[in-house]
């Protein structure tokens, strides 16, 4: 079965910054996208950002660019979500998911169990 | 950017037919996806490529994709469908490619 583990949440202040981390097991890591989506509590699910199998292309939603940056290491089976200037409007549970699917199709096939992440002072 | 709208909640009783809708312009012309999200738990996909069900996910799950319209529809409705669910589609066309619906909170009375 394919897994993600995701870490790094935790409570910071506004204005603040946090790296969460997943790591991948029991699939070709280095030949899949992944994807950061969060959750903010008692609301629906936000995609945050993607990250393609080489790195190549990445893009963020509005509410997070130039705030966060993702990236991954291939040989290391991660991916890796910095954000910083941290707002209360980010909190959330963070899920390292995997897309799937063809052009146009893609889709989440696969989600860790989450990590929340608190931005209050 | 793309927006989809469903139904905030909806309540169904057990053994009966819930539809739940996914509205977005011209969405038909797009692959919608579903998902089921139970209480603390992490989402699962119950319905891919408008009408595609992964393996372990019952029949009773039908989607479907037409116009301005997508459908999740459970047949026979038991207790343990009870959670939220939300439609997705990706826009490959845009910067901002994931898109997932407002979610609507199935309640089997």
């Known amino acids: 079965d394919v897994h993600l583990v995701e870490s790094g949440g935790g409570l910071v202040k506004p204005g603040g910054a946090l790296r969460l981390s997943c790591a991948a097991s029991e699939f070709m890591f280095s030949t899949y996208t992944i994807n950061w989506v969060r959750q903010a509590p008692g609301k629906g699910l936000e995609w945050v950002s993607y990250?393609?199998?080489?790195?190549?292309?990445?893009y963020y939603a509005d509410s997070v660019k130039g705030r966060f940056s993702i990236s991954r290491d291939n040989a290391n089976n991660s991916v890796f979500l910095h954000m910083s200037s941290l707002r209360a409007e980010d909190t959330a549970v963070y899920y390292c998911v995997r897309l799937v699917g063809t052009t146009h199709k893609y889709y989440f096939d696969s989600w860790g169990q989450g990590t929340l992440v608190t931005v209050s002072s | 950017s793309y927006v989809l709208t469903q139904p905030p909640s909806m309540s169904v009783a057990p053994g009966q037919t819930a539809r739940i809708t996914c509205g977005g312009n011209n969405i038909g012309f797009y692959s919608v996806h579903w998902y089921q999200q139970k209480p603390g738990q992490a989402p699962v996909v119950v319905v891919h490529?408008?009408?595609d069900r992964p393996s372990g996910i019952p029949e009773r799950f039908f989607g479907s994709n037409s116009g301005n319209t997508a459908t999740l529809t459970i047949s026979r409705v038991e207790a343990g469908d009870e959670a939220d669910y939300y439609c997705?589609?990706?826009?490959?066309?845009?910067?901002?490619?994931?898109?997932f619906g407002t979610g609507t909170k199935v309640t089997v009375l």
């Open positions: 990250i393609s199998s080489g790195s190549n292309y990445i």
């Open positions: 490529d408008d009408s």
């Open positions: 997705q589609l990706w826009n490959s066309t845009s910067d901002h490619p994931g898109v």
